[in-house]
């Protein structure tokens, strides 16, 4: 799949660059706001080669890629001029803004601020994950080696005002750099000083409440908006002429002030409100937000509001050195929805969804659900809810018994080293947690059932062209020589679950692929790795040549035609050096799909092991 095409396919589609009012990314998603939602075709989105699935919630539109989401961040980004926001005059009208409520723009708030953050939280966590191993294999926790490992894991909680004020700066549309800087302003070493010493602070004879704003996160957010309404100001206010040096004068000499004497102290008393409201929830009923969290974590994901506790969360871990109201609950959530999707897995009859179960079972456990919960628990209904009794029943036990995360990661058994800590029967608890979520899920999802759904592998063995009179078939040739293997073989699940079609792969033994059919070269890609053909009987092919190898952007190999040239059959298409690209590392099997395969009524593979080009591979009914 190529993810840069995707970037310039989404573009007229979402209505342009200029319709883009901000652009985020989180793990598998692209997360856009627009100026003008009405320009923006969601159906033709969702049939979009290389988009899952489309989920428009929280104040934001999220176009689920996978994992290579980046990519199309990227071309998505440099076609933007290189930022993910507007400016304040390319925003959307008021009246667009007052069609979302006031807990609609607080979760995009919290999204669009967070979403920058995450990869430093998820790595410091790891490393604090690490480091609970270091410690209980020997590490000595008063050596310098520690020492450094533990700075380089904190460094990003504690200086976790100046990363959000780069998302919120996006959120609020204003600048970036001066947003930071007003962070820095509240982790200055002489604001710090102050507080430590105590002694009472005014600005201009105003008294000045001295706190501590490393590790916070409501502060931040409400300084970078107040800042906004400030540069808005600057910008209208300022003389052309003069704008350059005195915009950012006006903006830092009002900004941080401000924040200090009144945002600041208020945004503190907020954290320990949020703080001490989940700690009296944990000591009253310490079962309640596990089991919530554990039970309704799907529909969380699925209504784009799941990052509603993060900052719960994250003040917790910055204040406690843990947090009780995300990790316990997300962890049985994310067990329980791989333990239904494996149930899928070993009770279905159906191949492909058999194949799809298994791997995105197997993700979900360790951590990513995305995969399973889109394309199984959703689909099927059914076994969604055995996840949410499975993670509901597994949060109930997490909150009962104390579980806490120590490390900002998400919950799966890769990231089990997250709840080594002080406590060591913490450890215990979450691999018990872990077991209770994923046997309830199973077992829900066994009993519950799902309606199976039609199996085309199995049809197309049971029907060949030749059985039907009357009906048109179609023969694709091997357009390369090589052994024969069926996608399922291959290592990539765009390939392999069928996503961007059926057909066959082949191990190439020369390096050069050959027309399959007479038609029309519809596409060759600039990184000549791959090439889609229209066939004169109307079937659309694609033949990807290795796996991964748009990374080579182009090396190694040789394109012989161009796109809307005419084909026959045995024409060169592509050359390329098979020992050249294995050398650097990337696989060169080659699938040949069929990317209108619902326009067909089956798709048999005749051909196994050894294949000569113009052997007959595909038979298209």
Same mark, same amino acid.
């Given at each position: 799949?190529?993810?840069?095409?995707?970037?310039?396919?989404?573009?007229?589609?979402?209505?342009?660059?200029?319709?883009?009012?901000?652009?985020? &990314?989180?793990?598998?998603?692209?997360?856009?706001?627009?100026?003008?939602?009405?320009?923006?075709?969601?159906?033709?989105?969702?049939?979009?080669?290389?988009?899952?699935?489309?989920?428009? #919630?929280?104040?934001?539109?999220?176009?689920?890629?996978?994992?290579?989401?980046?990519?199309?961040?990227?071309?998505?980004?440099?076609?933007?001029?290189?930022?993910?926001?507007?400016?304040?005059?390319?925003?959307?009208?008021?009246?667009?803004?007052?069609?979302?409520?006031?807990?609609?723009?607080?979760?995009?708030?919290?999204?669009?601020?967070?979403?920058?953050?995450?990869?430093?939280?998820?790595?410091?966590?790891?490393?604090?994950?690490?480091? +609970?191993?270091?410690?209980?294999?020997?590490?000595?926790?008063?050596?310098?080696?520690?020492?450094?490992?533990?700075?380089?894991?904190?460094?990003?909680?504690?200086?976790?005002?100046?990363?959000?004020?780069?998302?919120?700066?996006? $959120?609020?549309?204003?600048?970036?750099?001066?947003?930071?800087?007003?962070?820095?302003?509240?982790? &200055?070493?002489?604001?710090?000083?102050?507080?430590?010493?105590?002694?009472?602070?005014?600005?201009?004879?105003?008294?000045?409440?001295?706190?501590?704003?490393?590790?916070?996160?409501?502060?931040?957010?409400?300084?970078?908006?107040?800042?906004?309404?400030?540069? #808005?100001?600057?910008?209208?206010?300022?003389?052309?002429?003069?704008?350059?040096?005195?915009?950012?004068?006006?903006?830092?000499?009002? =900004?941080?002030?401000?924040?200090?004497?009144?945002?600041?102290?208020?945004? =503190?008393?907020?954290?320990?409100?949020?703080?001490?409201?989940?700690?009296?929830?944990?000591?009253?009923? =310490?079962?309640?937000?596990?089991?919530?969290?554990?039970?309704?974590?799907?529909?969380?994901?699925?209504?784009?509001?799941?990052?509603?506790?993060?900052?719960?969360?994250?003040?917790?871990?910055?204040?406690?050195?843990?947090?009780?109201?995300?990790?316990?609950?997300?962890?049985?959530?994310?067990?329980?929805?791989?333990?239904?999707?494996?149930?899928?897995?070993?009770?279905?009859?159906?191949?492909?969804?058999?194949?799809?179960? +298994?791997?995105?079972?197997?993700?979900?456990?360790?951590?990513?659900?995305?995969?399973?919960?889109?394309?199984?628990?959703?689909?099927?209904?059914?076994?969604?809810?055995?996840?949410?009794?499975?993670?509901?029943?597994?949060?109930?036990?997490?909150?009962?018994?104390?579980?806490?995360?120590?490390?900002?990661?998400?919950?799966?058994?890769?990231?089990?080293?997250?709840?080594?800590?002080?406590?060591?029967?913490?450890?215990?608890?979450?691999?018990?947690?872990?077991?209770?979520?994923?046997?309830?899920?199973?077992?829900?999802?066994?009993?519950?059932?799902?309606?199976?759904?039609?199996?085309?592998?199995?049809?197309?063995?049971?029907?060949?062209?030749?059985?039907?009179?009357?009906?048109?078939?179609?023969?694709?040739?091997?357009?390369?020589?090589?052994?024969?293997?069926?996608?399922?073989?291959?290592?990539?699940?765009?390939? =392999?679950? $069928?996503?961007?079609?059926?057909?066959?792969?082949?191990?190439?033994?020369?390096?050069?692929?050959?027309?399959?059919?007479?038609?029309?070269?519809?596409?060759?890609?600039?990184? #000549? &790795?791959?090439?889609?053909?229209?066939?004169?009987?109307?079937?659309?092919?694609?033949?990807?040549?290795?796996?991964?190898?748009?990374?080579?952007?182009?090396?190694?190999?040789?394109?012989?035609?161009?796109?809307?040239? $005419?084909? $026959?059959?045995?024409?060169?298409?592509?050359?390329?050096?098979?020992?050249?690209?294995?050398?650097?590392?990337?696989?060169?099997?080659?699938?040949?799909?069929?990317?209108?395969?619902?326009?067909?009524?089956?798709?048999?593979?005749?051909?196994?092991?050894?294949?000569?080009?113009?052997?007959?591979?595909?038979?298209?009914?």
């Amino acid at each position: 799949m190529d993810y840069k095409k995707l970037g310039y396919d989404l573009l007229p589609l979402v209505g342009g660059v200029d319709n883009i009012s901000k652009l985020t &990314h989180c793990a598998t998603r692209l997360r856009f706001e627009f100026c003008d939602r009405s320009k923006v075709d969601k159906a033709a989105i969702e049939n979009t080669l290389g988009v899952i699935s489309v989920v428009e #919630k929280g104040g934001q539109f999220q176009v689920v890629v996978g994992n290579d989401v980046p990519v199309t961040y990227r071309v998505l980004i440099n076609e933007m001029g290189g930022t993910a926001a507007k400016s304040s005059s390319g925003s959307s009208s008021d009246d667009e803004k007052e069609k979302t409520g006031i807990i609609t723009n607080i979760i995009s708030a919290i999204s669009t601020t967070f979403t920058p953050v995450i990869p430093a939280l998820i790595g410091g966590g790891m490393i604090k994950a690490v480091l +609970s191993l270091l410690v209980l294999c020997g590490l000595d926790d008063s050596s310098s080696t520690y020492a450094v490992l533990n700075l380089i894991s904190d460094a990003a909680f504690y200086f976790m005002p100046v990363l959000l004020a780069y998302g919120a700066a996006i $959120k609020f549309e204003c600048n970036p750099v001066l947003a930071m800087t007003l962070a820095c302003a509240l982790l &200055h070493p002489t604001w710090s000083g102050m507080v430590s010493a105590g002694e009472g602070v005014d600005f201009f004879y105003i008294p000045v409440h001295l706190v501590d704003y490393s590790y916070s996160v409501i502060p931040i957010i409400l300084s970078v908006w107040l800042m906004s309404y400030v540069e #808005k100001f600057a910008e209208k206010y300022t003389p052309s002429i003069i704008k350059f040096f005195l915009k950012p004068l006006i903006i830092l000499f009002i =900004s941080v002030p401000i924040a200090l004497v009144i945002v600041g102290p208020l945004g =503190s008393f907020l954290n320990s409100v949020i703080e001490a409201g989940a700690n009296i929830i944990n000591a009253k009923a =310490s079962w309640l937000l596990p089991m919530l969290m554990g039970a309704l974590q799907p529909f969380l994901v699925l209504t784009g509001t799941a990052w509603a506790m993060t900052p719960i969360a994250t003040v917790q871990i910055s204040s406690l050195g843990y947090e009780i109201v995300n990790g316990p609950g997300m962890l049985a959530s994310n067990i329980a929805q791989g333990g239904a999707t494996l149930a899928v897995a070993l009770k279905t009859k159906n191949s492909q969804l058999k194949q799809l179960a +298994s791997s995105s079972g197997f993700t979900a456990v360790m951590g990513i659900t995305e995969p399973c919960l889109y394309g199984v628990l959703l689909r099927l209904k059914k076994p969604l809810i055995a996840s949410m009794i499975g993670g509901g029943i597994g949060g109930i036990y997490a909150g009962i018994s104390g579980l806490v995360r120590y490390a900002f990661v998400s919950p799966g058994l890769a990231a089990l080293p997250a709840f080594i800590g002080a406590n060591p029967m913490n450890i215990v608890h979450a691999v018990i947690t872990c077991i209770i979520s994923f046997a309830a899920a199973f077992a829900a999802a066994w009993v519950l059932g799902f309606d199976e759904p039609a199996d085309p592998d199995q049809a197309k063995k049971e029907t060949k062209p030749s059985e039907k009179p009357g009906s048109k078939a179609a023969a694709v040739s091997a357009p390369v020589s090589g052994i024969c293997i069926p996608l399922s073989e291959v290592n990539d699940a765009v390939f =392999s679950q $069928k996503i961007l079609g059926d057909g066959a792969a082949i191990i190439p033994s020369e390096g050069k692929v050959y027309a399959p059919v007479n038609g029309t070269v519809s596409t060759v890609f600039d990184t #000549k &790795h791959a090439i889609g053909l229209l066939s004169e009987d109307g079937v659309e092919l694609l033949i990807h040549i290795g796996i991964d190898t748009v990374n080579l952007e182009g090396k190694y190999f040789t394109a012989h035609v161009e796109s809307g040239q $005419k084909i $026959k059959k045995g024409d060169l298409l592509v050359s390329f050096d098979q020992e050249m690209i294995r050398k650097a590392g990337y696989d060169t099997v080659t699938p040949v799909l069929i990317t209108n395969t619902a326009e067909f009524h089956s798709i048999h593979t005749d051909a196994s092991g050894n294949v000569k080009a113009g052997d007959v591979l595909l038979t298209v009914r």
